[in-house]
């Protein structure tokens, strides 16, 4: 970076300049997709990204997702953004989807069903922006040089703009429902195609940069109501602990999450080592069927344990969805058992002991032996 554009670059544009290098986040050639609400976050995230696009060698698309609700607040905000992104120069895209329709088809929150649906919204876009890329050959060429094709391979990212009091948000509210460490990480800067850079910045932070920019932005009035449980931590819960406890509570808190994130991923990728040397899978008259020896694993400590399991239930392709603190004290159960020992266990899963290890089995026969 030059000396005229460190002296030239807000702070604050340095600062997730900088996170994005350190957690890398982009490389050359990508295409990133902004959520794009109007919202003051995701404004000051498309803001910063155009402004950085020509330094991390990088293409910014907006997408704003209206979510058939709000009426005409949200048709206000549809067109906030796309004069926005024309504004800017932006390539700009509006989809809209029907969150009514989904809560009344799949019975799931209003809250729940904006968000599967605006992330399905954002797919689609990224999977479209992917099939558009074309490598254009050089002249007088029948196909595109191995340079041309390093420049254009880059990949279509998706970037959200969940930022440090957002993070603090979902680590109370995973710790609330009884989460284990991965909960407790919270959000992680990039998640498959999906980055959010303004997990170094408050939202603070945000609101001063627009303010310095003397940018606009729009507010959706449902942030201001209480139904849901993430509003009340936003606006009554959190504030309280700032107030009250400790002006930095939301930095603190994502702090702890990054802690916790770190063991999360220390545990796991230990958990599969030891499966990689002390596991066999295969399949039986049943399904497929894990095989654990005992007297190793025995040795570790439970939370080791349950990672193990966890990753084991993984590779049997079993989902973890009604999986609770019962499920894996049962396993623990037939670990320390005596032989013969069963359990039935979610997801069409079942444990027993075989002389010294214990079998974790699916079973994919419609009618069985084994009640499960």
């Not at 139904?227 to 702090?255: F, G």
């Not at 049997?316 to 037939?334: C, R, T, V, Y």
Request: negative net charge; charged residues 30%.
């Amino acid at each position: 970076m030059s000396e005229e554009t460190k002296n030239t670059m807000d702070r604050f544009t340095n600062r997730i300049l900088n996170y994005i290098r350190e957690q890398q986040l982009t490389e050359k050639g990508d295409t990133v997709i902004v959520g794009f609400s109007g919202g003051a976050d995701s404004v000051c995230l498309l803001h910063v990204l155009w402004e950085l696009r020509r330094l991390l060698g990088i293409s910014v698309r907006a997408v704003h997702v209206n979510h058939g609700i709000r009426g005409e607040e949200a048709l206000r905000d549809e067109a906030f953004c796309e004069a926005m992104a024309v504004q800017l120069g932006v390539p700009f895209e509006s989809v809209r989807v029907n969150v009514p329709a989904y809560v009344s088809e799949t019975g799931t929150t209003e809250e729940e069903a904006g968000r599967i649906l605006r992330y399905e919204a954002l797919g689609r876009s990224a999977a479209k922006a992917a099939a558009d890329r074309q490598v254009v050959p050089e002249a007088g060429s029948s196909k595109p040089s191995h340079r041309e094709v390093r420049e254009t391979a880059g990949r279509v990212l998706i970037a959200t703009a969940h930022h440090a009091d957002d993070q603090a948000e979902t680590i109370l509210m995973n710790m609330l429902r009884g989460s284990g460490l991965r909960g407790m990480g919270g959000m992680r800067p990039k998640r498959d195609n999906i980055i959010r850079p303004l997990l170094a910045a408050g939202r603070k932070d945000i609101t001063e940069y627009l303010d310095r920019r003397r940018t606009d932005f729009v507010e959706d009035s449902t942030n201001f109501e209480n139904d849901h449980t993430r509003n009340r931590l936003r606006n009554i819960i959190l504030p309280q602990l700032r107030e009250y406890v400790n002006s930095r509570a939301s930095q603190h808190i994502a702090w702890c999450g990054e802690l916790a994130a770190e063991a999360d991923e220390f545990i796991s990728s230990e958990a599969v080592r030891f499966l990689n040397e002390e596991c066999t899978v295969y399949e039986d008259a049943y399904g497929t069927a894990l095989r654990l020896g005992q007297r190793k694993l025995k040795e570790k400590a439970q939370i080791f344990r349950r990672y193990v399991i966890i990753e084991a239930l993984r590779r049997l392709g079993i989902p973890m969805k009604d999986w609770g603190e019962k499920h894996f004290a049962d396993i623990d159960s037939a670990l320390f058992g005596s032989g013969g020992f069963h359990v039935d266990l979610p997801g069409g899963v079942y444990a027993e002991n075989e002389y010294k290890e214990t079998v974790l089995h699916t079973c994919r026969r419609e009618e069985s032996d084994v009640k499960i």
